[in-house]
């Protein structure tokens, strides 16, 4: 698989990701040995930027097995394959009783980083990102927190998700980012209209594309798109490698990370790493997106 930069000074890992939560989050996740077969068969094919949460699991007695999982899968890679894998963890984000909530306070990142080493089993998290910004506390304390652990040699890199161009500026000013993670995909246009992803281009940041196919819901209506559909078929290739490889052609440091829970799709998925798609096709689906 083609390799793509980590950020500005970051590390090369595949150019296509793999998004943790659906092996975590949902009720009907897969076993924990049928999880780590999905992770491991995935670094076999060269997908080597794990995408988590310590929020990735079914509710507050299960925070951490998003990330107890991934170290798992790692320790059963054999030594050169272990090294070459990339985990990306989030933290600001508690799920009291299976919701959803932000905790981007100092106070609380500091403890779920703490937690987050525990969980990989490891003296520095390779990429630690802020789930989101907390509506609750300055913007700036919890980038603060980041770069204090990252000083502190805690964190590698330092990323953000779910933020606009005004937030990355922002953090900038405090620390230095290696990457962003917003939900972009075909017909979910949302970082091109808000700049973001230009902003990424012009600071050479990697942008993580997160629900590539317009999360579980999107991705079971994914061949309904006309023009999707149209190229697939020409190609002789699934609507998702199709849409992977139009990503992927926007940004050299454009990174996908669609989620999968069996080893099927990740195989599929990973087929679009060699997917050339012709500059009119690229333009029909530009216009089916715009």
């Excluded at 068969?41 to 107890?68: F, K, M, N, P, R």
């Excluded at 805690?154 to 953090?171: D, W």
């Excluded at 190229?231 to 139009?246: K, M, N, R």
Aim: with cysteine; net charge negative.
């Amino acid at each position: 698989m083609q390799l793509r930069q980590l950020g500005p000074n970051g590390p090369l890992v595949g150019a296509i990701g793999l998004g943790i939560n659906p092996l975590a989050s949902f009720t009907d996740r897969p076993s924990l040995q049928d999880a780590i077969r999905v992770l491991v068969h995935s670094a076999e094919l060269g997908v080597t930027l794990w995408d988590t949460a310590d929020a990735y699991c079914l509710d507050d007695t299960d925070i951490g097995y998003g990330e107890w999982l991934p170290a798992d899968a790692v320790a059963e890679l054999p030594a050169d394959l272990r090294e070459q894998v990339i985990i990306a963890t989030k933290g600001g984000t508690v799920r009291p009783q299976g919701g959803w909530e932000q905790d981007g306070s100092p106070a609380h990142l500091e403890k779920a980083i703490e937690a987050s080493l525990k969980a990989l089993r490891t003296e520095r998290i390779d990429l630690y990102q802020l789930h989101a910004p907390d509506k609750k506390v300055p913007f700036a304390d919890s980038i603060g927190a980041l770069a204090k652990a990252q000083q502190q040699g805690k964190i590698r890199l330092i990323g953000l998700s779910n933020v606009s161009v005004e937030k990355i500026e922002e953090a900038l000013e405090i620390a230095p980012i290696a990457s962003v993670q917003n939900s972009y995909g075909l017909g979910y246009p949302g970082p091109e209209r808000d700049k973001v992803l230009n902003k990424c281009r012009e600071l050479g940041l990697a942008f993580l594309a997160h629900s590539p196919f317009g999360g579980v819901h999107g991705a079971k209506k994914i061949g309904e798109t006309e023009v999707l559909r149209a190229v697939a078929q020409e190609l002789e290739v699934s609507p998702y490698q199709v849409t992977l490889a139009w990503m992927m052609k926007k940004y050299d440091r454009l990174i996908p990370i669609p989620g999968v829970s069996r080893i099927a799709s990740m195989e599929d998925c990973a087929r679009a790493d060699s997917l050339i798609l012709t500059d009119e096709q690229q333009a029909r689906l530009e216009n089916a997106t715009n």
